[in-house]
């Protein structure tokens, strides 16, 4: 059997580094993604080495491809054929902010096709692509156990009107999350939704203040801010076959804040 091999996308920095190491540290080979970065920084790079040893170049593979365009997503794919020859876990993790905070009344059309396209079409056929090919592969390998993990936002349910084109795209990834489940569970694939609340990361840090002030005014029943490794230690649960009756469920990250209370 071949040592099992994941993709995350958007896994340069944040919270997609973190599962990437921490499926590093559970001896996955690792597809990492980035849009805008050429190579990874040598500080990515020693702390693969620390975790795979000597022989850490030839566990783990960069590439550079923006999942929102369709020739970015089948290069993606076939280099990830080409390099590993098999993929057991897609994370669906890359995502951006808008542009800028605008009220929804004055919000451009131009930011809004940008955000749904990175964040949601661009993962909506990135997973039907290796869809595909995960039912291709239980075919042909032997205690093939694939999982497809969607890292999704408490915006899916939690209104933000400064910047609706964002929590519009996470609500679709919640949906997309329940079509795939429900579409794949005859091949023995699970789809799941991680929801994230309020994590320590270069996206929150703009808007640092603004949370800091929240969490103190009693927001989130656990008082604290989220890390990027806590997001991580979810995937590891999944994939690890502890929920093995499942599909199609939310795993809440967020520190309680999905409760509704009085």
Same mark, same amino acid.
């Given at each position: 059997?071949?040592?099992?091999?994941?993709?995350?996308?958007?896994?340069?920095?944040?919270?997609?580094?973190?599962?990437?190491?921490?499926?590093?540290?559970?001896?996955?080979?690792?597809?990492?993604?980035?849009?805008?970065?050429?190579?990874?920084?040598?500080?990515?790079?020693?702390?693969?080495? /620390?975790?795979?040893?000597?022989?850490?170049?030839?566990?783990?593979?960069?590439?550079?491809?923006?999942?929102?365009?369709?020739?970015? /997503?089948?290069?993606?794919? $076939? /280099?990830?054929?080409?390099?590993?020859?098999?993929?057991?876990?897609?994370?669906?993790?890359?995502?951006? =902010?808008?542009?800028?905070?605008?009220?929804?009344?004055?919000?451009?059309?131009?930011?809004?096709?940008?955000?749904?396209?990175?964040?949601?079409?661009?993962?909506?056929?990135?997973?039907?692509?290796?869809?595909?090919?995960?039912?291709?592969?239980?075919?042909?390998?032997?205690?093939?156990?694939?999982?497809?993990?969607?890292? =999704?936002?408490?915006?899916?349910?939690?209104?933000?009107?400064?910047?609706?084109?964002?929590?519009?795209?996470?609500?679709?990834?919640?949906?997309?999350?329940?079509?795939?489940?429900?579409?794949?569970?005859?091949?023995?694939?699970?789809?799941?939704?991680?929801?994230?609340?309020?994590?320590?990361?270069?996206?929150?840090?703009?808007?640092?203040?603004?949370?800091?002030?929240?969490?103190?005014?009693?927001?989130?029943?656990?008082?604290?801010?989220?890390?990027?490794? $806590?997001?991580?230690?979810?995937? /590891?649960?999944?994939?690890?076959?502890?929920?093995?009756?499942?599909?199609?469920?939310?795993?809440?990250?967020?520190?309680?804040?999905?409760?509704?209370?009085?």
């Amino acid at each position: 059997m071949g040592e099992k091999v994941a993709l995350i996308t958007g896994s340069t920095r944040g919270i997609g580094k973190a599962i990437a190491l921490e499926l590093a540290n559970m001896e996955y080979l690792i597809a990492i993604n980035g849009a805008s970065t050429n190579h990874l920084p040598k500080e990515y790079i020693d702390e693969l080495e /620390r975790v795979y040893g000597r022989n850490y170049k030839k566990k783990f593979l960069y590439i550079q491809a923006d999942i929102s365009q369709k020739i970015d /997503r089948k290069n993606l794919v $076939e /280099r990830i054929k080409k390099e590993f020859k098999r993929l057991d876990l897609l994370i669906n993790n890359a995502g951006i =902010s808008p542009p800028e905070r605008r009220d929804i009344l004055e919000a451009s059309e131009e930011s809004f096709e940008e955000v749904l396209k990175i964040n949601l079409q661009g993962p909506y056929f990135l997973t039907r692509d290796i869809a595909n090919w995960m039912i291709n592969q239980k075919k042909e390998l032997k205690n093939y156990n694939p999982y497809i993990i969607n890292i =999704s936002s408490v915006s899916s349910f939690a209104s933000s009107p400064n910047r609706g084109e964002y929590c519009i795209s996470k609500a679709g990834i919640s949906m997309m999350t329940k079509l795939y489940a429900d579409r794949l569970a005859e091949f023995k694939i699970p789809v799941f939704e991680i929801q994230p609340g309020i994590i320590e990361t270069d996206m929150t840090l703009p808007v640092k203040g603004k949370y800091d002030e929240l969490i103190n005014q009693g927001i989130l029943p656990i008082k604290r801010w989220g890390f990027p490794d $806590e997001v991580a230690k979810a995937v /590891r649960a999944i994939v690890s076959g502890l929920l093995p009756y499942s599909t199609g469920d939310i795993i809440h990250i967020d520190g309680g804040f999905h409760l509704k209370r009085l």
